[in-house]
């Protein structure tokens, strides 16, 4: 069975609500890594995972433990372009789908207006945080955990055939 991978680090909490709730309802396992503590209410399908603190070090886990079918739960582009290349799906916490065809145009805009930042010029950031972004979320949530529950076998190209 697929897992939802979170990047709790940088997560909003109305996400994390939407996540916890979408995990024990649909019975699969959702882990929030970070490397602090996150606190979720208890539940069979939710658990953290504590990594140690550095550059990336959560993101990192995250992608060694991914596997193809995953979803993983980030605003880090560049972890959602690894979880893309080990065959995960991706999409951001506003929720807006990563795909294979939109991951590297989304990289080198990161990466241009990083370099325009560091000149000095300042872009002023996302938009607030609000319903428009947060039902959106929960739209490609749901779609996901509909897709990996009518075909579970298939998520991580396991073979839907019995054996004969």
Same mark, same amino acid.
């Given at each position: 069975m697929p897992r939802i991978w979170v990047d709790a680090d940088a997560c909003p909490g109305v996400v994390r609500? @939407? @996540?916890v709730r979408a995990a024990n309802r649909t019975r699969v396992e959702a882990v929030f890594v970070a490397n602090q503590q996150v606190r979720l209410p208890p539940g069979p399908f939710t658990r953290s995972m504590q990594v140690p603190g550095g550059f990336d070090v959560a993101d990192q886990a995250i992608v060694d433990a991914a596997e193809p079918g995953d979803l993983v739960v980030t605003a880090d582009i560049p972890l959602a372009a690894d979880a893309i290349a080990k065959g995960a799906e991706a999409v951001n916490?506003?929720?807006?789908?990563?795909?294979?065809d939109t991951i590297r145009q989304k990289l080198n805009l990161r990466d241009f207006m990083d370099t325009m930042r560091s000149s000095g010029v300042? !872009?002023?950031?996302? !938009?607030?945080y609000g319903q428009k972004e947060r039902q959106a979320f929960a739209n490609v949530l749901d779609r996901y955990l509909a897709r990996v529950k009518a075909a579970p076998g298939v998520a991580r190209g396991e073979d839907e055939s019995p054996p004969e």
């Open positions: 609500e @939407i @996540i916490p506003r929720g807006e789908p990563y795909s294979p300042q !872009s002023g950031g996302p !938009s607030p």
